[in-house]
């Protein structure tokens, strides 16, 4: 995964994917990434978000964060029981990769949903979808830690959230930036 200064990052910052396989191929990742990712032996970046960790590693066998392994920290979401699908997030209640292992697309059909939990994911794909699967006028919770704590920054995913839903409350809570949106009519 490269950015914009031809640096190798993650997946929130990439804009496009070199993939080697016997010859040299680039994948534009401008518009829309996920669904242009194709299934890969090894996939490199750097700074995962650990949202991105636990969704990539769908798509690849092994993902390697600067010089290592990628692994997914446990980390203890700032709320209280949701009944909701979890993406990126392993350790909140309802339909979550705990229960289910998805991809892009989601195999949910439409208006499935009460609520959703988004934590450290900020592919457009990716919201689209839950916009896709969640019933009109539920909450949507976009969560991303703190870029002191190695986060995402929070105004990007107000941009990419507020492209889907209409944003009615952000709040800083234990170190976490927290997004709720409502879905659009």
């Known amino acids: 995964m490269i950015d914009s200064n031809g640096e190798i990052t993650n997946l929130s910052?990439?804009?496009k994917l070199e993939v080697i396989d016997g010859s040299k191929e680039i994948i534009s990742l401008a518009y829309g990434k996920l669904s242009d990712i194709p299934k890969?032996?090894?996939l490199i970046g750097r700074d995962y978000l650990q949202g991105e960790v636990l969704f990539l590693k769908n798509?690849?066998?092994f993902l390697v964060d600067k010089n290592k392994l990628a692994s997914v920290?446990?980390?203890r979401l700032p709320l209280n029981?949701?009944?909701a699908i979890c993406v990126g997030a392993f350790n909140c209640y309802g339909?979550?990769?705990k229960d289910v292992i998805f991809s892009y697309p989601f195999p949910f059909r439409d208006s499935s949903f009460n609520s959703a939990i988004?934590?450290?994911v900020l592919d457009l794909d990716i919201i689209r979808e839950v916009n896709r699967v969640v019933k009109s006028g539920s909450k949507v919770y976009m969560i991303l830690r703190d870029r002191l704590f190695g986060g995402?920054?929070?105004l990007e995913g107000l941009r990419k959230l507020s492209s889907k839903f209409k944003v009615v409350m952000v709040k800083e809570k234990e170190g976490f930036w927290i997004i709720e949106g409502l879905k659009k009519g």
């Open 59 to 61: 798509y690849t066998d």
């Open 118 to 120: 988004i934590f450290e």
């Open 95 to 97: 339909i979550s990769f």
């Open 152 to 154: 995402a920054d929070p």
């Open 81 to 83: 029981r949701q009944d």
């Open 40 to 42: 890969l032996n090894v």
């Open 73 to 75: 920290i446990p980390i």
């Open 13 to 15: 910052n990439a804009i």
